[in-house]
């Protein structure tokens, strides 16, 4: 593949845009459900919790989120306006019903007041991350006291067999994402790594290794 083709992919993965950023996060949100899922369920999310999620894609998951306590309100944060439209359209009775809330931002300062969360998630959007310490200390401000935060992200070893991803991504391993996590106020509650199989760019299954850090306020 062309360099050209490669940095393409990786910037549509950045930041969808366009015809072909509406195909990209369809291909994400099947590619990456297991990834979202996982996440979702380590948040132990209950009755009438405030959720919120950075970089949600098209967010055709939201329903899973909704079946998991009653009473819920969902909030998505993207940096894409592409995402933040076809999240609120396939999400449309969600939002209309105000359990569901959409908008964009710009990755680094979150527009909500301190103390607004009960839980906080991310998957796959780490690697894009402009200033990771200080968007960690923005997600700590905003999650309430003893509120849980998970990072969900693929691990450097699988992701450097790909060969867009020299382009825009900054990988981490586990113990990379530690040493940052580290850094700031948050307790590390635990850590888990597993492997799934993928469907490859070329059609072949192949293994994912990712990672799930659970951290509380
Ligand atoms: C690779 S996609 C992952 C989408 C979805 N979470 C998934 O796993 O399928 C990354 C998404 O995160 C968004 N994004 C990138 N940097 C971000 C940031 N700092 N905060 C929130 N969203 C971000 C992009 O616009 C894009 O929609």
Redesign the pocket.
């Known amino acids: 593949m062309e360099k050209e083709e490669l940095q393409a992919i990786a910037s549509q ?4 845009t366009g015809e072909k950023g509406i195909e990209m ?1 369809n291909m ?2 099947e ?3 297991n ?2 899922r996982h996440s979702v369920q380590n948040l132990n999310i209950s009755v009438g919790n405030t959720i919120l ?5 098209n967010a055709g998951h939201a329903a899973f989120i909704f079946e998991q306590a009653e009473n819920l309100k969902y909030y998505g ?4 306006e592409l ?1 933040f439209r076809e999240a609120r359209q396939i999400n449309r009775n969600f939002v209309s019903q105000k359990q569901a809330f959409f908008s964009v ?1 710009d ?2 300062t979150i527009p909500f007041e301190a103390a607004s969360f009960d839980k906080i998630f ?4 780490l ?4 200033k990771p310490e200080e ?1 960690l200390s923005e997600i700590y401000r905003v999650l309430k006291p003893c509120g849980n935060f998970c990072l ?1 992200f693929a691990e450097e070893s699988f992701m450097k067999t790909l060969p867009f991803t020299q382009f825009e991504f900054e990988l981490y391993s586990t113990e990379k994402a530690l040493k940052l996590i580290e850094k700031t106020a948050f307790k590390i509650v635990y850590t888990e790594n597993q492997t799934e199989k993928v469907k490859s760019r070329t059609g072949e299954l192949v293994d994912r290794a990712f990672t799930t850090i659970v951290l509380e306020k």
């Open positions: 993965l950045k930041h969808p996060a994400m949100h590619t990456n459900i990834m979202t999620e950075l970089g949600h894609g944060l993207e940096m894409s995402m931002y990755g680094n991310t998957v796959n959007t690697y894009f991350w402009q968007l969900t």
